[in-house]
């Protein structure tokens, strides 16, 4: 018997043989709707093209097909005399198992008298599988979800805000909404006769199979011209986000239910708006915390005194105690960042104190100061040495 080459699955879809099952679906759906018969009418070679796109796409979908034929090509056991490993046929499909009786006749009674056939026995088997790969086929699938950042201020950070975005999304379309044809465009199809099953004889045997013209649907519909049958097109989307107080570069904000799509009615995606907080000259934020810088003069230092800081709700005063070196740090409780993780709770106020020394350009104050070096005499350096003894 002559043997027809069949052209490699991958290379029929234009696909590397690593592609993901979203690169084969893109290019398949791309082909598709290429060589589909109802948009060639009367071309032969396009729809014998449509049907070994769809050949190659029914076996490469299939993980438990597609490693088969990773393994053994066309060899794959079940065909060409090759039995299937296993002992059943389970990864194998009905259009590729070939049977020779040599003119026996299994259609008559059985040994029960029931009335089934052996015949009848298998085209019941593979219609059931090839019912239930259609079914899969129209599975519901979600949609994929969005990321977009945003720019936010320190103060909105702190404060919260509501923020206006306006983005790309992937959209029902409010044609077919999301079935891919022509609204109310439909015919019964001409190949299987609306039963969405067509004979295969093979020798002595004849097999039951889904309809590869309307993909077990008996139903021919023209593809939707507004989203080229994808059910999906791009719409610019508008929405007013609200910022929580407390934000922090990296934080993520979940909008459901806006991020694409989902096909044959699957649920849409998420949309997650991520910020990134301004740096603010003043305030420093470690976790909940925030950390300030506040200078004081020499009389405060070693006095004591009640000075003004800057907050994030205002002025505050903070107690400066006696003899308060440069790089004391004092804390402010409850006056830092609100807590995102914990509503209700804030952080703490961090003031490094920094003393400053005043500038000897007065003479009155260069007098003062060698008087003060007269009355304390103490040297600040004594200590490190003694520690720096070896």
Known sequence: MATTTKQDYYELLGVPRKASAKELRAAYRKLARKYHPDLNPGDKSAEEKFKQIQEAYDVLSDAKKRQMYDQFGFNTPG????????????????????????????????????????????????????????????????????????????????????????????????????????????????????????????????????????????????ICRNCGGEG?????????????????????????????????????????????????????????DLYTLVPITVTEASLGAKVEVPTIDGRAQVRIPPATDSGKKLRLRE????????????????????????KPEDERVRNLLKELSKIDPEDPRREIFARAAV
Do not use: W
């Open 79 to 222: 065909q060409g005399g090759v039995p299937p490993q296993g002992g059943g046929y389970g990864q194998v499909s009905p259009e590729d198992i070939h049977f020779d009786f040599g003119g026996f006749d299994f259609g008559g009674q059985g040994a029960g008298g029931g009335g089934a056939s052996f015949r009848d026995l298998f085209s019941q088997y593979f219609r059931g599988a090839n019912a239930a790969q259609a079914g899969a086929k129209r599975e519901r699938e979600p949609g994929s979800d969005l990321e977009y950042q945003i720019d936010i201020t320190f103060g909105e950070a702190m404060h919260g805000t509501v923020k206006k975005l306006s983005f790309t999304r992937l959209d029902t379309c409010n044609v077919c909404h999301g079935a891919g044809v022509e609204p109310g465009d439909e015919k019964t199809c001409p190949t299987c006769n609306g039963s969405g099953q067509v004979t295969q004889v093979s020798g002595k045997m004849r097999f039951q199979i889904t309809c590869s013209r309307c993909g077990g649907s008996g139903k021919l519909r023209s």
């Open 232 to 288: 999906r097109v791009q719409r610019v989307d508008n929405l007013d986000v609200r910022i929580p107080p407390g934000a922090q570069t990296g934080s993520r904000v979940r909008v459901a239910g806006r991020g694409n799509a989902g096909t044959h009615g699957g649920p849409p995606g998420d949309l997650y708006i991520v910020t990134k907080v301004e740096p603010h000259p003043f305030f420093e934020r470690r976790g909940d």
């Open 335 to 358: 006056k830092g960042a609100p807590s995102v993780r914990h509503a209700g709770k804030r952080g703490d106020q961090i003031v490094e104190v920094q003393v400053v020394v005043p």
